[in-house]
Structures are given as C-alpha cells and as structure tokens.
C-alpha cells in the first residue's frame, strides 16, 4: 500500500497537471504494450502500435521492466503545473547527472512484485547494454533518447488527441470536485484505487510506500496509460507526483468517427456541442439547451459516438466534455464535409 501524509499546508498545495505528461505517458504505454493481461481499451492500440516498432524496443526493456521500478530520470520533474512536452523532457532527461544516472540504474531488479527470485538473481540477467550507459556517458544517453523518441512517434504521438481528451475529461471532474468541496473533495474524488482518509491519502500498490511531502504539496497527474495502482517516483526528494489512472469508456478507444458524423447536422445537435463546450452534466445539458433530459442524453451519445464529446462519470451522474476535435469544429477549424 502506498501512504501519502498530507499537512494542512501541504493540503493547501494540492495541485493538478494541466494537461498530460508526454514522458509518463511514454513510459506507461510501453507497460501496457507487453500487458499480457487483456484489455478491450487498448487491444486496437496495441495491434496498430506492434507493426510500427523497430529496434527501440530492446534498448527500453532493459530500462523499464514489464513491472515494477523503472528509473525517475525517464519522467523528469516539471516546475508548477504545466507538464513537460517531449522535446522538453528530453532534454531535462538528457542532462541527468552521471551520478544520478548510476544510482537509479542500478536499483533495476531491486524492486518491484516478488517473482520467485532473489533481487541478486533478477540483477544478474540485467543487459550487458545497460554498462554503457552506466557509465554516464553522453553517445548511450543520446541512443536511450533516440529510442524514446522512435518509440514515441510510433505508439503515443499518433494518439495523441485520444489521451488529451481523456485527461482533459477528468480534468474536468477534478475541477468540479475541487469548485465543488475544496481540495479534500478533489482528494476524495480520486478513482476508486486511491482513498482520501484525512490527513493520509491511501492507494492500492505493488510495494508498501510511506511518502512525506513535507510542506512541497503533491502534484495530480492524470494518466491515459496509467491502469491500475497509481504511480509515484522512488527517490523521495524528488517534488511529490502522483500519477494516476484516468477513466475510459466502455466502448474502445481509438474507434474511428466514420459515418457517425453526417449525424451531426441539424441546429439543436449543434446547439448542444456548444453547450457542451465549457462542460456539463446530462441534466444541465438539457436546461440549458432547452431540450428534454432524453434528447439531451441521446444527443450527447451521439456526440460522443463521433468522436466529439468525451462523458466520464462524476459520482451519481456524467460530466460531458468536447474532445479536441470538437473543439476543432466549434472554432471552424475541423475538415468536415457536408
């Protein structure tokens, strides 16, 4: 289990990402590429994903084992709130200290879910193509970003859009639970693996953690390819991040509008998408556009369907919000043809 300990001023300093994290989500997704665990949610993901990948893979799974540890440095810390792009955090990553680079590397196999074999077991099948980047040098840090970035552009940038509208969706329930009750009801709302049990926030994980944020308050990171228990980094003197799991429909991602979107035309459909802009729940959708509760849920189903709307569930109902290309269409920017 991992504890958080949270002050009162450190309650005061609970802080949520603006958006998502390009190198979490990387890393991530390269967990949930060998999953062997079957998901619905990113079974198309994975089948579009594997064909695409080339040699980088190799070079990552000797850096990020399929569970447990992976080294801090590979997700470098953000000032504030605003996230690292992927150029950003490779360059943070690139000027990682040797001494760093050699203390975190050599706890791979030290950690992590209990397999049958010792820790001096699991070190001992580590790839002789870690030494060269143990050593600090700059060519095999340089070979470690080159893979990052192949794998990246194959498995993560071209879905980029799918995750900001995921994490831009639970954003939104986030920031109606912190408007709503203050940041112990945006605790409290957090997914179901992690518990706000005042002054500790409680989650499900592989190893037992206490983590103390001594007056450096927590960042929330929402996560597409998080699944599961939550994240956080090893070294505890690094800025606290928690990074968790965002919801996803039950219908998979990654779908293609397709003919759904020739169901968009008519004046109350596109009422509704504008009334969905800044989010809302079915019932305030309906108020607002002056439309039934039925034809409001029906409306922002097929919104949802064409890829328009994101809906995440926010206690007892659904909070609807537009996707980056609905948002595309309401600003007059989308390629559609009618």
């Given at each position: 289990?991992?504890?958080i300990?949270?002050?009162?001023w450190?309650?005061?300093?609970?802080?949520?990402?603006t958006?998502?994290?390009?190198l979490?989500?990387?890393?991530?997704?390269?967990?949930?590429?060998?999953?062997?665990?079957?998901?619905?949610?990113?079974g198309?993901?994975r089948?579009e994903t594997?064909?695409?990948?080339?040699g980088?893979?190799?070079l990552?799974?000797?850096?990020?084992?399929?569970?447990?540890?992976?080294?801090?440095?590979?997700?470098?810390?953000?000032?504030?709130?605003?996230?690292l792009?992927?150029g950003?955090g490779?360059e943070?990553?690139?000027?990682?200290?040797?001494?760093?680079?050699?203390?975190?590397?050599?706890?791979?196999?030290?950690?992590?879910p209990?397999?049958g074999?010792?820790a001096?077991?699991?070190?001992?099948?580590?790839?002789?193509?870690l030494?060269?980047?143990?050593?600090?040098?700059?060519?095999?840090?340089?070979?470690?970003?080159?893979?990052l970035?192949?794998?990246?552009?194959?498995?993560v940038?071209?879905y980029w859009?799918?995750?900001?509208?995921?994490?831009?969706?639970?954003?939104?329930?986030?920031?109606?639970?912190?408007?709503?009750?203050?940041?112990?009801?945006?605790?409290?709302s957090l997914?179901?693996?992690i518990?706000?049990?005042?002054?500790?926030?409680?989650?499900?994980?592989?190893?037992?953690?206490?983590?103390?944020?001594?007056?450096?308050?927590?960042?929330?990171q929402?996560?597409?390819?998080?699944?599961?228990?939550?994240?956080?980094?090893?070294?505890?003197?690094?800025?606290?991040?928690?990074v968790?799991?965002?919801?996803?429909?039950?219908?998979?991602?990654?779908?293609?509008?397709?003919?759904?979107?020739g169901?968009?035309?008519?004046?109350?459909?596109?009422?509704v998408?504008?009334?969905?802009?800044?989010?809302?729940?079915?019932s305030?959708?309906?108020?607002?556009?002056?439309?039934?509760?039925?034809?409001?849920?029906?409306?922002?189903?097929?919104?949802r369907?064409?890829?328009l709307?994101h809906?995440?569930?926010?206690?007892?109902?659904?909070l609807?919000?537009?996707?980056?290309?609905?948002?595309s269409?309401?600003?007059?920017?989308?390629?559609l043809?009618?």
């Open positions: 289990m991992l504890r300990h949270i002050s009162g450190d309650l005061s300093k609970v802080r949520m990402a958006g998502p994290d390009a979490w989500e990387t890393i991530l997704s390269f967990h949930r590429l060998r999953d062997r665990r079957a998901s619905t949610v990113f198309k993901w089948t594997r064909p695409r990948l080339n980088e893979v190799r990552l799974s000797a850096v990020v084992p399929p569970r447990g540890y992976f080294p801090d440095f590979l997700t470098p810390s953000q000032e504030g709130s605003e996230p792009d992927f950003t490779t943070a990553l690139r000027d990682t200290p040797p001494e760093r680079l050699r203390a975190e590397l050599a706890m791979l196999g030290s950690e992590g209990a397999d074999r010792t001096t077991a699991r070190r001992a099948v580590r790839p002789v193509r030494d060269a980047l143990r050593e600090g040098r700059s060519e095999p840090l340089g070979r470690l970003i080159g893979a970035r192949g794998y990246h552009r194959a498995a940038e071209p859009p799918h995750i900001q509208a995921s994490v831009e969706a639970d954003r939104a329930v986030r920031g109606r639970a912190l408007l709503d009750g203050g940041p112990e009801e945006l605790l409290a997914p179901p693996v518990r706000w049990r005042a002054p500790v926030l409680e989650a499900d994980y592989p190893v037992d953690r206490e983590l103390r944020l001594d007056g450096r308050g927590l960042l929330l929402p996560s597409f390819f998080c699944r599961g228990a939550p994240v956080v980094l090893r070294d505890p003197l690094l800025p606290p991040v928690l968790y799991p965002v919801g996803h429909p039950s219908a998979p991602v990654f779908a293609e509008p397709g003919p759904w979107l169901r968009l035309l008519g004046h109350t459909r596109s009422t998408l504008r009334t969905i802009g800044d989010g809302c729940t079915t305030e959708l309906a108020r607002r556009a002056g439309v039934s509760l039925a034809s409001a849920s029906q409306h922002a189903c097929v919104l369907e064409a890829g709307v809906t995440l569930r926010h206690g007892s109902s659904v609807h919000t537009v996707t980056p290309l609905g948002g269409l309401l600003r007059g920017g989308a390629p043809a009618v």
